[in-house]
T-cell receptor, first 116, second 115 residues
Framework: AQKVTQAQTEISVVEKEDVTLDCVYE???????LFWYKQPPSGELVFLIRRNSFDEQNEISGRYSWNFQKSTSSFNFTITASQVVDSAVYFC?????????????FGAGTTVTVRA | DTEVTQTPKHLVMGMTNKKSLKCEQHMGHRAMYWYKQKAKKPPELMFVYSYEKLSINESVPSRFSPECPNSSLLNLHLHALQPEDSALYLC??????????????FGSGTRLTVV
């Protein structure tokens, strides 16, 4: 069963538009961790954020913000005032240390293209 | 040092060759990982080493052989690969504690082409 679902395959926007990426996860564990990674065309996976299951506080970091809602099992990611450099594939990932050791289960990824 | 360093960045090998991918970190992380990523797909876990011991093998074919010589190094030995093994191979490391994983960090990967 898919543990992390990113329903949006591709999103294309014009610079300065806001972009929201959806992530829905599934787990029976009470302790788990959620991650967002960015993978630009160069290939490396860049860590953006880690959130544990006990911390539902939303977070803002510069133009990035995250909305974690346990009630809907969602961990959505918004890029405000997008820029061309934000063009990348974005992955949401889940870690379930109690039942799944240290494995990261990734969603299928959302390709974001920001046009000038 | 907050990096995971992978070498080489690119590798082309024939199906009869033997080669090795290397991964190094100096963050004191005690868990190290190999992931495989095909084009337009998410990374898929291959192996996990925890405290230099193999803890997870995700049913990877024996033509891939991992090795963890010490807490800072992780190798992936390749032998008799197939063209479908061509992919981006990512190494990662993380700290381990009772409260879970911290600092899950990926290297920039080795892009492998099997001809």
């Amino acid at each position: 069963a898919q543990k992390v679902t990113q329903a949006q395959t591709e999103i294309s926007v014009v610079e300065k538009e806001d972009v929201t990426l959806d992530c829905v996860y599934e787990t029976r564990d009470t302790t788990y961790y959620l991650f967002w990674y960015k993978q630009p065309p160069s290939g490396e996976l860049v860590f953006l954020i880690r959130r544990n299951s006990f911390d539902e506080q939303n977070e803002i970091s510069g133009r990035y913000s995250w909305n974690f809602q346990k009630s809907t099992s969602s961990f959505n990611f918004t890029i405000t005032a997008s820029q061309v450099v934000d063009s990348a594939v974005y992955f949401c990932a889940l870690s379930e240390p109690n039942s799944n050791d240290y494995k990261l289960s990734f969603g299928a990824g959302t390709t974001v293209t920001v046009r000038a | 040092d907050t990096e995971v360093t992978q070498t080489p960045k690119h590798l082309v090998m024939g199906m009869t060759n033997k080669k090795s991918l290397k991964c190094e970190q100096h963050m004191g992380h005690r868990a190290m990982y190999w992931y495989k990523q095909k084009a337009k797909k998410p990374p898929e876990l291959m192996f996990v080493y925890s405290y230099e011991k193999l803890s997870i093998n995700e049913s990877v074919p024996s033509r891939f052989s991992p090795e963890c010589p010490n807490s800072s190094l992780l190798n992936l030995h390749l032998h008799a690969l197939q063209p479908e093994d061509s992919a981006l191979y990512l190494c990662a490391s993380s700290q381990v504690s009772d409260r879970g994983m911290y600092g899950y960090t990926f290297g920039s990967g080795t892009r492998l082409t099997v001809v």
